[in-house]
């Protein structure tokens, strides 16, 4: 056991309250990491204000970047000292895992959103309690996280942290859902809704693929600048008449549509900027979105519902990692470091859309 600063939740929807914990060494396939940067996602507060109470008190946070201190028996894969990403967990040995989409692993749900290990435990304990863990597979909002092995992706040892740490799960699932899923032909138009962290993801990703025009939807003006500066070709707030502006902008439609928002309305208003034949992807998690399915008959639409960019992190990780470094993934643009201690502070820039990605550092 060691002490590490854990960022509980107490109950459902309350605030993150750094405390002392209490971590168990690896198992034999699990990898000790010493945090040194971690995200802030839409999901982490999302999941937290949903999240059941018999699973608290919990630790959150799900894109963890830090350094190797210590592994099981059995990893093969990293040794102590090496530089790491830390991603979702997955099986490795179901149909889903065996093929290359580990993002829809048939054991996902205990593996990621539990509260714990596939068998019930957790690696935390507060004031000699269990503390609920394992969210993705990491709980990164602390210190040091234990994680298994799959969940484990090295990374070059000059990277930043702070550059490392969005990738593991908002970096992948925007830049995924374009490269992995849709794969648009040089030339094709796309089109981004919500230019938070997952939407210019996927919006640079769709550049550095030869999309043109890609076109980034958001409310917030100095995002919409943002969006031009990474390539987009417009910025448009919302509102009354943006279907017909966007199939305006893309000469009669977009070939595709990537909404980020998780807003029923805007899921409807992508299907009106499509072009005939048109792909729409869903990447945000909200509720129940109605469809007119003649609307899709007629058009040929096609709608694809994605999770973490439909992409083996071993792979595609790596993949970011080279489209960074020749400055065709500038994620570095999107990312606002706060300290560890101040993720009450990132949370708060995070909702008020004056940061589009908080990263939390660690001294």
Not at 62 to 85: I, L, N
Not at 214 to 223: E, G, K, L, W, Y
Not at 325 to 340: A, E, H, M, S, Y
């Amino acid at each position: 056991m060691r002490r590490v600063r854990a960022a509980v939740t107490e109950a459902p929807g309350a605030p993150f309250t750094v405390r002392d914990a209490d971590l168990e060494d690896p198992r034999p396939h699990e990898v000790l990491v010493r945090m040194t940067a971690v995200g802030v996602c839409h999901t982490d507060l999302g999941m937290r204000d949903t999240w059941p109470r018999q699973l608290t008190p919990m630790v959150f946070g799900h894109e963890g970047a830090g350094r190797v201190e210590a592994v099981g028996a059995e990893v093969t894969g990293v040794v102590p000292g090496d530089h790491v990403c830390l991603t979702f967990a997955s099986c490795g040995v179901c149909e889903q895992c065996t093929t290359g989409h580990p993002a829809y692993c048939r054991a996902a749900q205990t593996l990621n959103f539990s509260g714990g290990r596939a068998d019930g435990t957790t690696p935390l304990a507060l004031d000699g309690a269990p503390l609920h863990a394992g969210f993705f597979g990491q709980s990164s909002f602390a210190t040091h996280a234990v994680v298994h092995e799959r969940g484990v992706v090295r990374v070059p040892a000059g990277l930043p942290a702070a550059v490392v740490a969005p990738l593991g799960c908002g970096g992948q699932t925007g830049a995924g859902t374009v490269l992995n899923r849709l794969r648009p032909e040089p030339g094709s138009s796309l089109v981004v809704l919500g230019a938070g962290g997952v939407g210019l993801s996927a919006l640079m990703a769709a550049v550095a693929a030869g999309c043109a025009p890609v076109v980034a939807v958001d409310p917030i003006a100095s995002r919409r600048a943002l969006a031009g500066e990474l390539g987009a070709g417009a910025a448009l707030p919302p509102g009354d008449g943006l279907a017909a502006t966007l199939r305006d902008l893309t000469g009669g439609g977009a070939h595709y549509v990537v909404e980020t928002t998780g807003r029923p309305e805007m899921a409807r208003r992508a299907v009106g900027a499509l072009r005939p034949r048109g792909e729409l992807a869903l990447l945000g998690l909200g509720g129940e979105v109605t469809f007119d399915v003649m609307g899709l008959l007629a058009k040929g639409v096609r709608v694809h519902g994605v999770i973490e960019g439909d992409s083996d992190p071993g792979r595609f990780i790596p993949e970011l990692i080279g489209l960074h470094r020749r400055g065709l993934f500038p994620v570095d643009r999107l990312v606002t470091t706060f300290p560890f201690e101040d993720i009450g502070a990132a949370v708060a820039a995070m909702r008020d859309g004056s940061v589009v990605k908080p990263v939390l550092t660690f001294t």
